[in-house]
T-cell receptor
Framework: EPEVTQTPSHQVTQMGQEVILRCVPI?????FYWYRQILGQKVEFLVS????????KSEIFDDQFSVERPDGSNFTLKIRSTKLEDSAMYFC?????????????FGNGTRLTVT | QKEVEQDPGPLSVPEGAIVSLNCTYS??????FMWYRQYSRKGPELLMY????GNKEDGRFTAQVDKSSKYISLFIRDSQPSDSATYLC?????????FGTGTRLTIIP
């Protein structure tokens, strides 16, 4: 069964550094998402992306964050200057279309540790 | 009021018991409803989704939606130790998926 893949599985970085988290969504999917989960807390929406544009973003997704689909397969999340509170699991998700009948499929996440 | 509310548990039941997991939501514009299972340090895994009021069954799992009460449930029959995980309700609306806090479930052999 096709799946969403994310790399790396674990990223350690120093505060203030830039990180790029990578995702390969399911090949025929058109809508892409990033979520994060701080340890012990709920899964939170960050951003949705369709047709090379951000379609929705949360308050968490401030100017430090950006997303890109640099080619036909990858979908990336960049954090420009990481803070300690950015430490979390970051999940990529995708679906065929938005709306009824198209659930989101998630990757296994990248654990980001900011020291 | 939170958009999606879910009792975080933890919930422990003996093997073979019926498990009932529940969520409430506040926004009647929410369009459809999902249950995900999440094992430790893994991504959410889709279990079931539905968009109408009523029941939907898949093997030992039944998802129930009551739109008039804004209440959704997941029932697990004949629970197994392998069902031990965190169960997340999730509701899609306004172009995004909103999760509950998750209920940590342990099935005791």
């Amino acid at each position: 069964e096709p799946e969403v893949t994310q790399t790396p599985s674990h990223q350690v970085t120093q505060m203030g550094q830039e990180v790029i988290l990578r995702c390969v969504p399911i090949s025929n999917h058109l809508y892409f998402y990033w979520y994060r989960q701080i340890l012990g807390q709920k899964v939170e929406f960050l951003v949705s992306f369709y047709n090379n544009e951000i379609s929705e973003k949360s308050e968490i997704f401030d100017d430090q964050f950006s997303v890109e689909r640099p080619d036909g397969s990858n979908f990336t999340l960049k954090i420009r200057s990481t803070k300690l509170e950015d430490s979390a699991m970051y999940f990529c998700a995708s679906n065929v279309q938005t709306g009824v009948g198209s659930p989101l499929h998630f990757g296994n996440g990248t654990r980001l540790t900011v020291t | 009021q939170k958009e999606v509310e879910q009792d975080p548990g933890p919930l422990s039941v003996p093997e073979g018991a019926i498990v009932s997991l529940n969520c409430t939501y506040s926004n009647s514009a929410f369009q459809y409803f999902m249950w995900y299972r999440q094992y430790s340090r893994k991504g959410p895994e889709l279990l079931m989704y539905t968009y109408s009021s009523g029941n939907k069954e898949d093997g030992r799992f039944t998802a129930q939606v009551d739109k008039s009460s804004k209440y959704i449930s997941l029932f697990i029959r004949d629970s197994q130790p392998s069902d031990s995980a965190t169960y997340l309700c999730a509701i899609f609306g306004n172009e995004k998926l909103t999760f509950g806090t998750g209920t940590r479930l342990t099935i005791i052999p």
